[in-house]
């Protein structure tokens, strides 16, 4: 298979605010990234961390990257892009070109170092041709529902470079056969280092266990993805 060309429109957007006692949302824009040293061990949903202890943004772009930054305890993100397109051709000739619309992560600090994100697929434009026939298939539709957690291990408040846990089940939401109707699940592992010059160097890992062709049980599939 050829290398993949990607082309996306990440106009991406992403809403911080925080959840009051009553569990209603409040307008509140995070400040410029800082790092904090102080104990924020005492916060939770029900009592959120205060305004001036919040660390920095740190957005996850849906279908996109995932970092190991957490967001803090009784906060949220509610993040989107607009739209991606892909276009993949194999040695055969067979291509397959796909729109995403609007992805969605709705990420709820639990703890100052858990998260729980609720993810749903995009509206999804799916073009198949096949390479010996010439043949092309079209289908449209929604994606699958993810829920995940993301566990800060280190750096969350501090340091040059920050590790997580990401354990996540993915159920078949999708529509028109655009997925595998099968609840799927995994684990991520994503690692950030900070760089010279105001960079940053990002890495997942991970593995998933997928279901197979014959729909007799499940086999591992690794996954690696690297972001500068």
């Given amino acids: 298979?050829?290398?993949?060309?990607?082309?996306?429109l990440l106009l991406a957007s992403s809403f911080f605010g925080r959840l009051s006692r009553a569990g209603t949302p409040t307008s509140d824009v995070a400040a410029s990234p800082t790092q904090s040293s102080a104990d924020k061990?005492?916060?939770?949903?029900?009592?959120p961390t205060p305004e001036n202890l919040l660390r920095g943004f740190s957005a996850d772009r849906p279908s996109q990257s995932t970092g190991p930054y957490t967001v803090d305890a009784g906060h949220f993100?509610?993040?989107t892009s607009m739209i991606s397109y892909l276009f993949d051709e194999a040695e055969d000739g067979s291509t397959?070109?796909?729109?995403n619309v609007a992805p969605i992560n709705f990420r709820i600090g639990l703890t100052n170092n858990v998260e729980l994100d609720l993810a749903y697929?995009?509206?999804?434009?799916?073009?198949?041709?096949?390479?010996?026939?010439?043949?092309?298939?079209?289908?449209?539709?929604?994606g699958d529902f993810i829920v995940q957690s993301k566990i800060n291990l280190y750096?969350?408040?501090?340091?040059s470079t920050a590790l997580g846990l990401?354990?996540?089940?993915?159920?078949?939401?999708?529509?028109?056969?655009?997925?595998?109707?099968?609840?799927?699940?995994?684990l991520g592992i994503p690692f950030q280092a900070a760089l010279p010059g105001g960079f940053s160097l990002g890495f997942e890992t991970g593995i998933t266990f997928v279901?197979?062709?014959?729909?007799?049980?499940?086999?591992?599939?690794?996954?690696?993805?690297?972001l500068v």
């Fill in 211 to 226: 279901r197979n062709g014959d729909d007799t049980g499940y086999d591992p599939a690794f996954f690696n993805g690297i």
């Fill in 155 to 159: 750096g969350n408040d501090g340091g």
């Fill in 166 to 186: 990401i354990p996540f089940l993915k159920f078949p939401t999708n529509t028109n056969g655009l997925g595998n109707d099968s609840i799927e699940g995994g």
């Fill in 96 to 99: 397959t070109r796909r729109w």
């Fill in 121 to 142: 697929g995009d509206y999804v434009h799916l073009r198949l041709r096949d390479g010996a026939t010439g043949r092309t298939e079209t289908r449209h539709g929604f």
């Fill in 1 to 8: 298979m050829r290398p993949l060309a990607i082309f996306s």
């Fill in 77 to 79: 993100y509610f993040e």
């Fill in 41 to 47: 061990s005492q916060y939770n949903l029900f009592h």
